[in-house]
């Protein structure tokens, strides 16, 4: 009998906070559907060095261009996620997230995708790329300190047709090494066997192995640049070729 009592009670319980929590979730929709949006504000997640391939406001236009003037609009006539998958539309755009915020403002929080190098192909096409491959066109608003690439590649928007993996192994050493990275302005992709990075002093040229250690090769550029060339003269070589294990071939100028 008292077990039968205590069922009674429990099942009590539970239609009572059942309704208790419907009630409330019924109060808050009616809320949110009441809710108008006091202003549209965008936010983009800054690249490393803290600057903007896309501005907030620039965000801000597109989207009232494409869905209308979403101020003193009810939330619930706003279509969020369309507005989200709108924005992934940007070359820039890695994430998009659309939320209502206080006071009625309606949040665009964009994260950018961080560009790795500037290709140039052999159309003269200038674009970005970053680590998912994505290409970029060249923004208006800021210039990335990304190695300038060009050399012997097919005329293609498919960068699978270009030597991506080797690209990236290179793009990625210049990024991780203060030395080299501010060192080397630009790759050149002559071929499988022979890749040129232009230094923005010394020789004109370096010659490099992909297939080699290129950690060990840039532990060799470093060492040629402190101990030898301040010596000898910066001027006295036209390029260095680091493809052989444990050297630094060098040729010296015409006039020298």
Known sequence: MKSNNRQRIKAFFWLVLMAVLTGITLMAARFQSEEVITEVVAEVLLLEEGNNLILPEDIVKTVIKKFGPLEKLPIDLVDMRGIEQFLLTSPYVKEARVFLGANGKLNLSIRQRMPIMRIVDNAGTHWYIDADTARMPVSRNFTARVPLVNGNFPVTPDVRMWPIETL???SFMLQ???????LVDQIYFESKENIWLVPRLGPSKILISAKGDLED???????????ALPSIGWDTYSYID???AGQVVAKKRLNQ
């Open 242 to 244: 680091t493809r052989f």
């Open 168 to 170: 990236f192994d290179i």
């Open 217 to 227: 090769q840039a532990e060799r550029i470093r060492k040629f640049y402190k101990k």
């Open 176 to 182: 991780e090494d203060e030395f080299m990275s501010s």
